[in-house]
């Protein structure tokens, strides 16, 4: 009996197979701009299919990823793909239908020059146009990746890191890819002795947009001058148990929230205040502040050694409001005012006092809390330009090189 050969399974593309795809772009179109045009012909529209901009689901750039993450990593692709966060012309549009109208906008394109020649204005015009949708949909293609990475990078397991090959326009006839590579850094766990007692701390890093992985390095010059030593630089930990009291006060951020929140207040700040004998780091959420890190150097590292949500003692608000109210620390605990989720619940209308207190203590943001999302694409999409900034600066994507372009004939 001969022996049945096994098939490679072939991943799905975000944008589906060819009638569906050329039925989406022609619904959307008839719906987002009640296209005049006249209708393609058959020939016409598979042109357009087979010279789409094709994503394929991300390569493992070493062994340290995993099939599995990768199949994550493609089906959170996916769903970003279609979700719509892209403001054009007063109306949210997703990716995906960004894609949609490339695609189309690539089929009058050549139908416009078919029939007039190449130069001519009007086919000018909607090659121009062309290279802005084109533009837009790559930045968010690209910030779309970028935030899976920083939600997935945990510091007590791994890192990761990707690099894109992006598409250029070079001939009209070739297909073309956006392709992507994820690698993995693994995390680095310490033991670091506080006063004759060894606690456990993992080191810092930053998803990244380059070929190397980065650890997160403080120069000396950069901190406040009460703490600085000898040493030029010092790399960033964070104390297992500083990441316990975050998960903890935090209480309404799931895992991958809480990676991202690490990832936002420590990849690219150097704000550092001194409160009392402390050195705070501002910890932000919805760009709304919510506590402080609590950083101490120890030889060249710089150590979290807690998270203190914003009403505790020995930070800047909380010492306030202790001043105003006489709230110690065992109050702050049995009153909950030290989680997350006592201010989104909190109502002002019940508790008009409370709120003034707060405000008076100089918190008054967090009432703006109770009109926030937590989940993480909330949370993410709240720091979109970040996201954008940050991937800019660490990978000029928009400098392709033709060579870097994979090409089907």
Same mark, same amino acid.
């Given at each position: ?7 490679? $399974? ?34 016409? $529209? ?82 121009? %146009? ?47 890819? *956006? ?55 010092? %790399? ?71 998270? *203190? ?31 997350? %989720? ?51 600066? %660490? ?15």
């Amino acid at each position: 009996m001969a022996k049945s050969k096994s098939r490679k $399974k072939k991943s799905t593309p975000p944008n589906g197979g060819y009638k569906k795809f050329i039925s989406d772009m022609m619904n959307f179109m008839n719906t987002f701009q009640k296209n005049t045009q006249p209708p393609f012909d058959t020939a016409e $529209k598979r042109r357009i299919y087979d010279t789409r901009l094709q994503l394929r689901r991300p390569d493992a750039a070493d062994k340290l990823i995993s099939v599995k993450e990768l199949d994550i990593i493609f089906a959170y692709i996916k769903e970003m793909h279609r979700k719509p966060k892209i403001k054009i012309t007063g109306r949210n549009i997703s990716t995906y239908q960004i894609l949609l109208f490339y695609s189309y906008n690539r089929g009058i394109e050549r139908r416009c020059e078919k029939e007039f020649g190449k130069g001519h204005i009007e086919c000018a015009a909607l090659t121009q %146009s062309g290279e802005e949708l084109y533009k837009i949909f790559l930045q968010h293609y690209l910030v779309d990746i970028f935030a899976i990475i920083t939600r997935m990078s945990n510091p007590t397991y791994k890192f990761y890191g990707i690099t894109f090959r992006t598409a250029s326009f070079i001939k009209d006839d070739l297909r073309f890819e *956006l392709v992507s590579k994820v690698s993995a850094t693994p995390a680095q766990k310490k033991h670091i002795n506080f006063n004759g007692h060894y606690r456990p701390a993992y080191r810092l890093g930053k998803a990244t947009a380059t070929e190397s992985f980065e650890w997160i390095q403080f120069l000396n010059k950069d901190l406040p001058e009460t703490i600085r030593t000898s040493h030029q630089t010092y %790399s960033l930990y964070m104390q297992a148990h500083a990441i316990s009291r975050l998960k903890e006060r935090l209480d309404l951020l799931d895992k991958e929230s809480v990676n991202y929140t690490i990832w936002e207040n420590t990849a690219s700040t150097t704000n550092f205040i001194n409160h009392k004998h402390y050195t705070l780091l501002p910890v932000n959420v919805h760009q709304i502040r919510i506590g402080y890190f609590v950083v101490e150097p120890i030889d060249d590292m710089l150590i979290i050694k807690t998270f *203190l949500f914003i009403t505790h003692s020995c930070t800047p608000e909380g010492d306030k409001l202790k001043e105003i109210t006489g709230l110690g620390k065992s109050d702050i605990s049995y009153w909950k005012i030290d989680r997350l %989720s006592t201010f989104v619940n909190l109502d002002e209308e019940k508790h008009p006092k409370l709120i003034q207190l707060f405000t008076d203590a100089g918190m008054q943001d967090l009432a703006l809390l109770k009109d926030k999302d937590f989940d993480i694409e909330s949370i993410q999409t709240a720091n979109l330009d970040k996201l954008k900034e940050y991937l800019e600066t %660490s990978h000029n994507y928009k400098e392709a090189k033709e060579e870097d372009v994979v090409i089907h004939a």
